[in-house]
């Protein structure tokens, strides 16, 4: 893993971030920013991201797939995190290298909070991260270590899912609400099934500060 000293890059990421996570109901901490208590007073959770486009320092990152494993024990904002980073197996030794340090905030820029709310970086691998994109349905598969489905939450609209919009949420202002179908982790002694539980999924424009 690399040194997590913040060191500002050329980067920038185009895509998708979809995740699922332990709380009952949509998570608060979209609207709270990370103030309000989980609904299950911990955050568990796997998340998915898919990069259209995107570079870090010259080097091409569009179509690599990215899974997170995600444990924290309180209020998001409060930092204390523990995460596991896989990275898509298809990534050249500089794009595995630079997305390990978008992902951990040492890029900073958009990630760079992650200095400050991650605490330890319990595993970092190459890994084939299949994720697939299917109307309102989106899928990720590592291997056995996560296995999860979730789906969009339809709205009043024909077509169009449950949205929270121009929010100040890290990842991004539009907030699109679904819901576990079928989602299992079992990983780093995390043994998670976050069927039935709160998902969203959100496009991501980030980038570095340099």
């Given at each position: 893993m690399p040194n997590r000293e913040m060191t500002p890059a050329n980067w920038a990421v185009k895509g998708e971030l979809f995740l699922n996570c332990s709380c009952d109901v949509f998570c608060p901490c979209v609207v709270s920013l990370g103030a309000h208590l989980p609904t299950e007073g911990h955050c568990h959770a796997w998340m998915g991201i898919v990069i259209d486009e995107?570079?870090?320092?010259?080097?091409?990152?569009?179509?690599?797939?990215?899974?997170l494993?995600?444990?924290?024990p309180g209020r998001m904002g409060e930092g204390n995190w523990k995460?596991?980073?896989?990275?898509?197996?298809?990534?050249?030794?500089?794009?595995?290298?630079?997305?390990?340090?978008?992902f951990s905030?040492?890029?900073?820029?958009?990630?760079?909070?992650?200095?400050?709310l991650v605490s330890e970086i319990i595993g970092a691998e190459r890994a084939p991260v299949e994720i697939i994109r299917d109307g309102n349905r989106r899928v990720i598969n590592i291997g056995r270590k996560i296995n999860g489905e979730i789906?969009?939450?339809?709205?009043?609209?024909?077509?169009?899912?449950?949205?929270?919009?121009n929010s100040k949420y890290w990842?991004?202002?539009n907030i699109v609400a679904a819901r576990g179908v079928k989602s299992k982790v079992r990983d780093y002694g995390r043994v998670w099934d976050f069927g039935g539980k709160s998902a969203e999924v959100c496009a991501i424009d980030w980038q570095g500060a340099a």
């Open positions: 995107g570079h870090f320092e010259g080097e091409d990152l569009a179509g690599l797939n990215v899974g494993l995600v444990d924290i995460v596991a980073a896989y990275v898509d197996d298809r990534a050249s030794e500089a794009a595995y290298d630079g997305l390990l340090k978008i905030g040492a890029a900073g820029g958009t990630t760079g909070l992650f200095t400050m789906e969009l939450l339809a709205g009043a609209e024909p077509g169009e899912p449950v949205t929270i919009t990842m991004g202002p």
